[in-house]
Nanobody
Framework: QVQLVESGGGLVQPGGSLRLSCAAS????????MGWYRQAPGKQRELVAT???????NYADSVKGRFTISRGNAKNTVHLQMNSLKPEDTGVYYC?????????WGQGTQVTVSP
């Protein structure tokens, strides 16, 4: 059972940047798709970004041009670079991995964007 652990969240001012990391107990290439979701207070969990087969990326319209999902140098990591952060980006960010018959979720990391 592959475990996913997020890190890198914190408090940042609007316009600032954060880099989230997701570490798997095994290789992220065990998953066909890696992704990031977020859940703001009182709102449904929503898709932020995905990476399929290690290179095909997709982004929510709300983060397009500001966020980047990427593979780390290590085989067991994926990152979410978040630039030009806005207060509406605030929420708990979750890493997920998907392969046939299996989906795994991390515990989440808090991102707060506030003046």
């Amino acid at each position: 059972q592959v475990q996913l652990v997020e890190s890198g969240g914190g408090l940042v001012q609007p316009g600032g940047s954060l880099r989230l990391s997701c570490a798997a107990s095994g290789s992220i290439f065990a998953f066909n798709v890696m992704g990031w979701y977020r859940q703001a207070p009182g709102k449904q969990r929503e898709l932020v970004a995905t990476m399929a087969n290690g290179d095909i990326t997709n982004y929510a319209d709300s983060v397009k041009g500001r966020f980047t999902i990427s593979r780390g140098n290590a085989k067991n990591t994926v990152h979410l670079q978040m630039n030009s952060l806005k207060p509406e980006d605030t929420g708990v960010y979750y890493c997920t991995g998907l392969r046939p018959g299996v989906q795994r979720w991390g515990q989440g990391t808090q991102v707060t964007v506030s003046p």
